[in-house]
């Protein structure tokens, strides 16, 4: 039997990007941006702003909800080799956890993207398998969506660009 509280294992992807730290964090902090890169997803509750601490939103990812609040938002900065952070809570229903976004300054022209989640099905939405089956089935299809997502950021942001 595997122990619910335990923490998931990390899954990470990461890409470099053609924009300065802090443009590249405007387009992975803020909610808005999402459907445009993630396939199949879309902000169920309206953000007339880029988020903040405390606040509590929901994505639909083709079948999966996914409430979220943001726990933690630091912008990066390139003059002072600062990494851009975001770290959001997953509230379930489906998923629990936790995912965020790195952003490390390059140079004034790049950046790298560091996407990650730590996250596990919860009881309900498993359930009765264990997470010993159902965590790696899970790691791998964020692996999947991740890097699909981020490729497709960088096609975009590349194509702006020009």
Not at 16 to 31: H, I, K, N, R, T
Not at 120 to 139: I, V, Y
Request: glycine share 6%; hydrophobic share 45%; proline share 9%.
């Amino acid at each position: 039997m595997t122990d619910p509280q335990r923490p998931a294992r990390r899954v990470e992807v990461a890409r470099l990007l053609p924009l300065e730290a802090s443009v590249a964090f405007a387009w992975v902090a803020d909610l808005r941006t999402h459907p445009r890169w993630i396939p199949l997803t879309h902000l169920v509750s309206p953000a007339t702003r880029g988020p903040e601490p405390g606040d509590r939103f929901t994505m639909v990812s083709g079948p999966v909800t996914d409430r979220m609040e943001v726990e933690t938002i630091e912008r990066p900065s390139t003059a002072a080799a600062r990494v851009g952070r975001t770290r959001l809570r997953k509230l379930g229903p489906v998923l629990l956890g936790a995912a965020g976004f790195d952003v490390v300054p390059v140079d004034d022209r790049r950046s790298r993207v560091v996407w990650w989640e730590e996250a596990h099905l919860a009881a309900r939405a498993a359930g009765p398998l264990p997470r010993s089956l159902t965590d790696p089935l899970l790691r791998l299809g964020l692996w999947v969506m991740m890097r699909v997502s981020l490729s497709r950021l960088g096609r975009l942001l590349e194509r702006r660009g020009r």
